[in-house]
């Protein structure tokens, strides 16, 4: 029989040894210097987010001041934009932001959450993987590329194909008058609605999966076909993290800048026909930023973009609380590159 | 009925999927299709013509990528790794809380307002675009990203581990670093392969910050051109040998992103098996 050692196995490590002074178990509770260090280092980096969100709103507030002061809250409504004359209103922009990101949306929603319920529900195990790669790497084609796809095939295409029988059907509506010339609101909702595909079908696939298995068995063995279940017993259970995934797509929607600009005809203007160009405020910033001469047309832009961050803001806060409700904590939409 | 009404949708949701995947490969095709045939040893090799002149290539671009990107990375992954670390060891609590639900929500901030910000704190401080003012833009860009996708990782890490170098007499520190934060490495180095891959494509917070320039240059306190910059350039200009360009470049950019994409998933699979 061994005798047992009166003090503890000592450690491998030999900074323990320098450190023999105190009571071994201090460095369990993380009082030694070393731990609180690094725990110091690891909240200042940690710190640099909400930072840089407080430093975002202010910087653009202080740059958007003399705009604010000086057009007041008429800036929402006014739809003049003269920087001859100095007059700013952001209306059109504010238009054709909502009115391109809610086309993007009506096309990009039942196709998204097609996918995603095919993916968790229906499509065989082998072919799930591969197909959520797939969609998920729309997401990584970067914007720009989008917006050279959209001026160069998408345009086209939909002058030879698409907006004939559209005007021929719809064209007594409202939302189909006028020439179609290529860039147009249109342009921009299409192209927006694959942008955004992939992060409602990722973060609306991650949802699904996080339903549990009994509430589909539940409606399978009370007689419900396969699409019963998923109608009456996965959607209404994961309502409010697909109604988040919507939502943070149309967070994307709001801010996509470069596809936008390319194909939206940036015009100020606002007309109720997709068939027109319009303006949106990311296109209006990055197109007129760097030509802003006076300091108030500057002043004007930032203000734009001070109205787009506080609306992503609202609107991205909403999505993920109501994602959190499902997938608590998970960083969900993250693995859609 | 019932059954007939259940076999449609699948159907339907099926297409959906289906229709998803096209777009996907249709881009992808004309990427190929319009800009395979103009790539050649002088597209990498040489920088711009002049106007009107045909020839040329994209080496100025595709070497200023490579700076930006990769300074933006210098500054950008320290911070987010640091953060999504505190977020994985000590993000329990309500400041771990509001960090994680500030970097998500920063993570859907259109990058044109962070370019604004990177103006306005970069350029127009000095009088002058920059390669350097880009980075920084692309690094606050990073930085949610990195930090939400490495606190994942780390979490992946099973508890076990720690519990064992901890009852080793490890301090927290280096329980962290030498052995949850080196069991999570190849998930980190995943997730700042992502974020670079993200960044890389990035176009609108380089507008006012990197601006562009046609001629070769490594200086970072000047302009400087990315890929993504010279692509829009070059599509919305009036020439069609730009165009010819653009699609060659873009189909440079789009592989370049998906490479990084790919090596990022492969490294995700033969260490963690398939997720979900």
């Given at each position: 029989?061994?005798?047992?050692?009166?003090?503890?196995?000592?450690?491998?490590?030999?900074?323990?040894?320098?450190?023999?002074?105190?009571?071994?178990?201090?460095?369990?509770?993380?009082?030694?210097?070393?731990?609180?260090?690094?725990?110091?280092?690891?909240?200042?980096?940690?710190?640099?987010?909400?930072?840089?969100?407080?430093?975002?709103?202010?910087?653009?507030?202080?740059?958007?001041?003399?705009?604010?002061?000086?057009?007041?809250?008429?800036?929402?409504?006014?739809?003049?934009?003269?920087?001859?004359?100095?007059?700013?209103?952001?209306?059109?922009?504010?238009?054709?932001?909502?009115?391109?990101?809610?086309?993007?949306?009506?096309?990009?929603?039942?196709?998204?959450?097609?996918?995603?319920?095919?993916?968790?529900?229906?499509?065989?195990?082998?072919?799930?993987?591969?197909?959520?790669?797939?969609?998920?790497?729309?997401?990584?084609?970067?914007?720009?590329?989008?917006?050279?796809?959209?001026?160069?095939?998408?345009?086209?295409?939909?002058?030879?194909?698409?907006?004939?029988?559209?005007?021929?059907?719809?064209?007594?509506?409202?939302?189909?008058?006028?020439?179609?010339?290529?860039?147009?609101?249109?342009?921009?909702?299409?192209?927006?609605?694959?942008?955004?595909?992939?992060?409602?079908?990722?973060?609306?696939?991650?949802?699904?999966?996080?339903?549990?298995?009994?509430?589909?068995?539940?409606?399978?063995?009370?007689?419900?076909?396969?699409?019963?279940?998923?109608?009456?017993?996965?959607?209404?259970?994961?309502?409010?993290?697909?109604?988040?995934?919507?939502?943070?797509?149309?967070?994307?929607?709001?801010?996509?800048?470069?596809?936008?600009?390319?194909?939206?005809?940036?015009?100020?203007?606002?007309?109720?026909?997709?068939?027109?160009?319009?303006?949106?405020?990311?296109?209006?910033?990055?197109?007129?930023?760097?030509?802003?001469?006076?300091?108030?047309?500057?002043?004007a832009l930032a203000e734009v973009a001070l109205i787009l961050f506080v609306i992503t803001i609202v609107v991205n806060a909403l999505?993920?609380?109501?994602?959190?409700?499902?997938?608590?904590?998970?960083?969900?939409?993250?693995?859609?590159? | 009925?019932?059954?007939?009404?259940?076999?449609?949708?699948?159907?339907?949701?099926?297409?959906?999927?289906?229709?998803?995947?096209?777009?996907?490969?249709?881009?992808?095709?004309?990427?190929?299709?319009?800009?395979?045939?103009?790539?050649?040893?002088?597209?990498?090799?040489?920088?711009?013509?002049?106007?009107?002149?045909?020839?040329?290539?994209?080496?100025?671009?595709?070497?200023?990528?490579?700076?930006?990107?990769?300074?933006?990375?210098?500054?950008?992954?320290?911070?987010?790794?640091?953060?999504?670390?505190?977020?994985?060891?000590?993000?329990?609590?309500?400041?771990?809380?509001?960090?994680?639900?500030?970097?998500?929500?920063?993570?859907?901030?259109?990058?044109?307002?962070?370019?604004?910000?990177?103006?306005?704190?970069?350029?127009?401080?000095?009088?002058?675009?920059?390669?350097?003012?880009?980075?920084?833009?692309?690094?606050?860009?990073?930085?949610?990203?990195?930090?939400?996708?490495?606190?994942?990782?780390?979490?992946l890490v099973p508890h076990s581990l720690r519990e064992a170098a901890l009852a080793l007499g490890y301090p927290r520190w280096r329980?962290?670093?030498?052995?949850?934060?080196?069991?999570?490495?190849?998930?980190?180095?995943?997730?700042?392969?992502?974020?670079?891959?993200?960044?890389?494509?990035?176009?609108?917070?380089?507008?006012?910050?990197?601006?562009?320039?046609?001629?070769?240059?490594?200086?970072?306190?000047?302009?400087?051109?990315?890929?993504?910059?010279?692509?829009?350039?070059?599509?919305?200009?009036?020439?069609?040998?730009?165009?010819?360009?653009?699609?060659?470049?873009?189909?440079?950019?789009?592989?370049?992103?998906?490479?990084?994409?790919?090596?990022?998933?492969?490294?995700?699979?033969?260490?963690?098996?398939?997720?979900?």
């Open positions: 029989m061994t005798t047992l050692p009166q003090e503890p196995v000592p450690a491998p490590s030999p900074s323990i040894e320098t450190r023999s002074t105190k009571p071994r178990w201090a460095s369990l509770r993380g009082i030694n210097a070393s731990d609180r260090i690094y725990k110091g280092v690891l909240t200042v980096l940690a710190l640099t987010l909400p930072l840089l969100i407080v430093a975002l709103f202010v910087q653009l507030f202080v740059s958007a001041l003399p705009a604010i002061k000086r057009f007041g809250p008429s800036f929402l409504w006014t739809s003049t934009w003269d920087p001859v004359a100095e007059i700013y209103g952001a209306a059109p922009m504010i238009f054709g932001t909502l009115a391109s990101s809610l086309i993007a949306l009506l096309i990009a929603v039942p196709l998204a959450l097609g996918v995603a319920i095919f993916l968790t529900e229906f499509a065989p195990r082998w072919v799930r993987q591969p197909v959520a790669f797939l969609v998920e790497m729309l997401a990584a084609i970067p914007s720009v590329v989008y917006g050279l796809w959209g001026v160069f095939v998408l345009i086209p295409f939909l002058r030879s194909y698409v907006v004939p029988p559209l005007k021929a059907v719809l064209g007594w509506t409202p939302f189909f008058q006028g020439v179609f010339y290529g860039n147009s609101l249109l342009a921009g909702g299409i192209i927006l609605a694959i942008m955004i595909v992939p992060y409602i079908a990722a973060v609306s696939r991650e949802v699904l999966l996080a339903v549990p298995a009994s509430q589909r068995e539940a409606a399978l063995g009370m007689g419900a076909t396969r699409w019963e279940a998923v109608w009456t017993a996965v959607l209404p259970y994961g309502r409010a993290g697909l109604i988040g995934a919507i939502i943070l797509g149309l967070g994307r929607a709001l801010g996509e800048t470069m596809a936008v600009t390319m194909v939206i005809g940036n015009r100020h203007d606002i007309s109720l026909s997709a068939l027109q160009p319009a303006y949106t405020m990311a296109a209006a910033i990055a197109n007129e930023f760097s030509e802003a001469t006076t300091s108030l047309y500057q002043s999505a993920r609380i109501l994602i959190w409700r499902v997938a608590r904590g998970a960083a969900v939409g993250s693995k859609a590159l | 009925m019932r059954k007939l009404t259940s076999a449609l949708m699948t159907a339907v949701v099926a297409l959906m999927a289906f229709t998803a995947v096209l777009a996907l490969l249709l881009i992808v095709g004309d990427l190929i299709a319009k800009g395979a045939s103009s790539i050649d040893w002088a597209f990498f090799t040489k920088s711009p013509v002049p106007a009107g002149e045909t020839g040329g290539g994209v080496a100025n671009a595709i070497v200023g990528t490579g700076i930006i990107v990769g300074l933006a990375a210098l500054i950008g992954l320290p911070i987010g790794i640091g953060a999504g670390l505190f977020l994985a060891e000590y993000g329990s609590g309500r400041l771990g809380f509001l960090v994680r639900f500030i970097a998500d929500v920063l993570n859907g901030t259109p990058s044109i307002v962070i370019g604004i910000f990177a103006w306005t704190w970069m350029v127009k401080p000095v009088g002058r675009f920059s390669a350097l003012a880009g980075s920084g833009a692309l690094a606050i860009l990073m930085i949610p990203m990195i930090a939400r996708t490495t606190e994942e990782m780390v979490r329980t962290s670093l030498r052995v949850v934060a080196r069991t999570a490495l190849g998930g980190i180095v995943t997730g700042c392969l992502v974020g670079i891959a993200r960044v890389a494509g990035e176009t609108a917070p380089l507008l006012f910050t990197a601006l562009g320039n046609l001629n070769f240059t490594t200086n970072v306190a000047q302009p400087m051109q990315t890929l993504s910059l010279q692509i829009y350039v070059y599509a919305t200009g009036p020439f069609d040998e730009w165009h010819r360009m653009a699609w060659a470049a873009a189909l440079v950019l789009m592989a370049l992103v998906l490479v990084l994409a790919l090596v990022a998933r492969w490294v995700t699979r033969q260490r963690y098996g398939r997720v979900r």
